[in-house]
């Protein structure tokens, strides 16, 4: 049964060829994002939430691979220290927001309280409530000050949400992603189900709306994440705009390299 399963997983998904493919295309287009958005001085804020296993870092390093990560950043914060828990709550993700010229992607977010903080106990209900109660003014705040912010949330059935925590406990590759909290909360998909509903009721907004990408097929949800982005950005293609030509290469072989003991990594390949 499970390796019947495992079959009709990979016949949906997109082939690699395809998928390359297409994501070469959109990494051209994230550049020409990139540029506008640096000539422009734009401030864009994307978060990404959705449940454990649902492909919300290989979502955002397909984002990264072929821009600058002083243009895109990402912030994936911590647990809070004892004297951030004396802070206010959105104090410690307001100084990583967006300057002039910058990207910057939250794995994860402030919406934390609305989600593993409330489902876990780490937040009491009164907490949680009167989060969702602020948090569209906050945002409001920020869309105000000139932040572009943009809200995903990555969604999973079930079956494959363990097929995915599952191979994370045998890839040795993968371990890394399988936290205490993960274990903790895998027997919780219903109260992340409610906390989830609760919040999308309360903090979608006009001004900051949330957007949900099914994401049964990382590639297919890949793809269609930065197709979605790319039209939430408007730009235009400035990178023709500026006429680059390698210059005339000085002379080579003036200048005689020392005879110098170099530690050689090596070649085992």
């Known amino acids: 049964m499970a390796k019947k399963?495992?079959?009709?997983?990979?016949?949906?998904?997109?082939?690699?060829?395809?998928?390359?493919?297409?994501?070469?295309?959109?990494?051209?287009?994230?550049?020409?994002?990139q540029q506008w958005v640096t000539a422009k001085g734009l401030k864009v804020c994307i978060?990404?939430?959705g449940r454990d296993g649902a492909g919300k870092g290989g979502t955002?390093?397909?984002?990264?691979e072929r821009v600058s990560p002083r243009v895109f950043r990402v912030v994936a914060l911590p647990a809070p220290t004892e004297r951030e828990k004396s802070q206010i709550?959105?104090?410690?993700?307001?100084?990583?927001?967006?300057?002039a010229g910058e990207v910057v992607i939250f794995d994860r977010s402030w919406y934390?309280?609305?989600?593993?903080?409330?489902?876990?106990g780490f937040c009491s209900d009164d907490q949680a409530k009167k989060f969702l109660a602020v948090t569209p003014l906050f945002e409001k705040m920020l869309v105000e000050s000139g932040i572009i912010v943009i809200k995903y949330w990555l969604e999973v059935s079930a079956e494959e949400q363990q097929r995915r925590l599952e191979e994370r406990i045998t890839d040795g590759r993968?371990?890394?992603?399988?936290s205490p909290m993960d274990l903790k909360s895998f027997s919780r998909w219903d109260d992340y189900t409610r906390a989830r509903d609760e919040m999308f009721a309360a903090t979608d907004s006009s001004w900051a709306p949330w957007y949900m990408?099914?994401?049964?097929?990382?590639?297919?949800?890949?793809?269609?994440?930065?197709?979605?982005?790319?039209?939430?950005?408007?730009?235009k293609d400035i990178t023709h705009d500026q006429q680059i030509k390698l210059p005339k290469r000085g002379k080579i072989g003036s200048y005689k390299?020392?005879?110098y003991p170099f530690r050689l990594i090596p070649e085992r390949f």
């Open 174 to 178: 993968k371990i890394w992603k399988l």
């Open 60 to 64: 955002i390093k397909a984002i990264t």
């Open 213 to 235: 990408a099914h994401s049964e097929d990382k590639r297919r949800v890949r793809l269609n994440i930065i197709s979605h982005l790319l039209k939430q950005v408007p730009y």
């Open 5 to 33: 399963k495992e079959k009709e997983h990979n016949a949906e998904r997109l082939p690699r060829k395809e998928y390359e493919k297409e994501l070469k295309a959109l990494h051209v287009e994230l550049v020409k994002l």
């Open 112 to 120: 934390n309280r609305a989600g593993v903080e409330r489902v876990m």
């Open 89 to 99: 709550y959105a104090q410690r993700y307001i100084q990583h927001m967006p300057s």
């Open 47 to 49: 978060v990404f939430e």
């Open 257 to 259: 390299s020392a005879d």
